[in-house]
C-alpha cells in the first residue's frame, strides 16, 4: 500500500521512521508549517519534516487543511491509506474519505480513555499505573474511530510526560507496522469503542502548571510528572515563581508538621530535599528552578535562594507568607 504520513512532534518520529523501514513505499509527508521555537524563536522546520527530508520524502505544509491546492496536491500523490500520529489538526471529511483504504491513526492511550490531545499527561496526572498505544481507523470525531490494535504498557513509578511519551512512540511505530501488514490482508476486524467508559484529556494551558498545595502529596507530585517538560508546575515565594521539576511524596507528615501549618508551608529544608505540607502527606522537593535560570537540585538553588521553615508556597503571588 502506498502510504501517506501525517505527523508533526517528536513522537511522530518512530512511527515515520518504521514506515520508512518497511515495505511501504512512503509517497509522501504532511506535516505543520514552519514555527518560531525556542527562546529565540526561530523560525523552524518540525522533527517529521526533518526525517522525510533526509528521505527524500516530498513534504506538505498546508496551512487549512481544505485548501484546494493542498487536496488536490494529496489526489495527485493517489495514497491507498493515510497513517495519522499526532499531526496536530482534526481531519475533515474530505480528506478521511481520500484514501481508499482509509485513514489509520496511532494514539497514545488506550481508547476510549483519554480521547483528546493530553492523553499521556493525564493519565499520568491521574495517578494511571499503565496506559498504551491505539491503532484506530479515523472517523469524523475527537479519537471516537475503531479500535484495531492496542499494546499496553506499564507506566514507572518516576516518568514524566516526556520519558512516558518517548518510550510509547516507539511501541506506536511498532504496532503501526503490525497492523498495517494485517489491514492489508484483512486479518483485522474493526472494534466499535464503548463510548459510555470514554474519558477526556484535553490540551494543557500554561495555567494549568499551578501547583495546589491543599491536594494531597500524591496527587501534587502526579501533576508534576504529567506536567513536565510542558507546562511545567510552579508556585510562588516572595513574589517569585518558582518551577517544580521533582518531587517525593510522603503520606505521612506526623513527625515534623504540624496542625497549624497551612498547606504549602515549608516544613524543613535540608540539603537535599525542601519538605512542604500538602494537604495531606508531604511533598519533598528535589529539583527545582527560579524563572530565566537553570534547573537546579536543592543544594545549588538554595545557595542562591534561601529557603526557611515558615516560608510558604502559593497559587498567586499575592497569597504568599514570607
Known amino acids: 500500500m502506498r502510504v501517506i504520513f501525517m505527523g508533526t512532534p517528536d513522537f511522530s518520529v518512530p512511527t515515520l521512521a518504521a514506515l520508512l523501514d518497511s515495505e511501504y513505499p512512503v509517497i509522501g509527508a504532511v506535516t505543520q508549517p514552519d514555527r518560531p521555537r525556542g527562546r529565540g524563536k526561530t523560525v523552524t522546520p518540525s522533527p517529521v519534516k526533518e526525517l522525510a527530508l533526509t528521505h527524500d520524502v516530498p513534504v506538505l505544509q498546508p496551512e487549512k487543511m481544505k485548501h484546494p ?20 489538526r482534526i ?6 474519505d481520500l484514501p481508499p ?4 491513526n496511532v494514539h497514545s492511550s488506550l481508547l476510549p480513555k483519554y480521547r483528546g490531545a493530553g492523553p499521556i499527561q493525564w493519565a499520568l496526572m ?15 470525531g475527537m479519537d471516537t474511530g475503531p479500535i484495531l ?35 492489508e490482508s484483512n486479518d483485522i476486524t474493526p472494534t466499535i469503542q464503548d463510548s459510555a467508559n470514554a474519558t477526556m484529556a484535553p490540551m494543557l494551558r500554561k495555567e494549568d502548571g ?21 507546562p511545567g508546575g510552579y508556585t510562588f515565594c516572595r ?11 510522603y503520606n505521612d507528615d506526623s513527625d515534623v508538621a504540624t496542625s497549624s ?12 530535599e525542601i519538605l512542604v505540607k500538602a494537604g495531606r502527606g508531604m511533598l519533598g522537593i528535589t529539583e527545582l528552578q527560579m524563572a530565566n535560570r537553570k534547573r537546579m537540585n536543592v543544594s545549588q538553588f538554595l545557595a542562591g535562594y534561601p529557603l526557611t521553615p515558615g516560608m510558604r508556597f502559593a497559587v498567586h503571588p499575592e497569597d504568599r507568607i514570607q
Not at 481531519?91 to 478521511?96: A, C, E, T
Not at 516507539?170 to 507496522?177: F, M, N, R
Open 101 to 104: 483504504r482509509g485513514c489509520l
Open 126 to 140: 491521574n495517578g494511571e499505573a499503565e496506559t498504551g498505544i491505539t491503532t484506530m481507523l479515523m472517523d469524523e
Open 149 to 183: 490494535l492496542q499494546e499496553t504498557v506499564s507506566i514507572e513509578p518516576e516518568d514524566t510526560a516526556q520519558e512516558l511519551s518517548d518510550r510509547l512512540a516507539q511501541v506506536g511505530g511498532q504496532l503501526l507496522l503490525k497492523t498495517l501488514r494485517l489491514w
Open 69 to 88: 491546492d493542498f487536496l488536490s496536491a494529496l489526489q495527485v500523490l493517489q495514497p491507498d491509506v493515510l497513517v495519522v500520529a499526532a499531526f496536530g
Open 239 to 249: 513574589q517569585d515563581r518558582l518551577s517544580i521539576w521533582k518531587t517525593v511524596p
Open 261 to 272: 501549618d497551612e498547606p504549602g508551608t515549608i516544613v524543613k529544608v535540608g540539603k537535599h
Open 91 to 96: 481531519l475533515p471529511k474530505v480528506i478521511l
Open 210 to 230: 499551578a501547583i495546589t498545595w491543599g491536594q494531597p502529596a500524591t496527587m501534587i507530585h502526579n501533576r508534576i510528572r504529567g506536567l513536565s517538560p510542558w
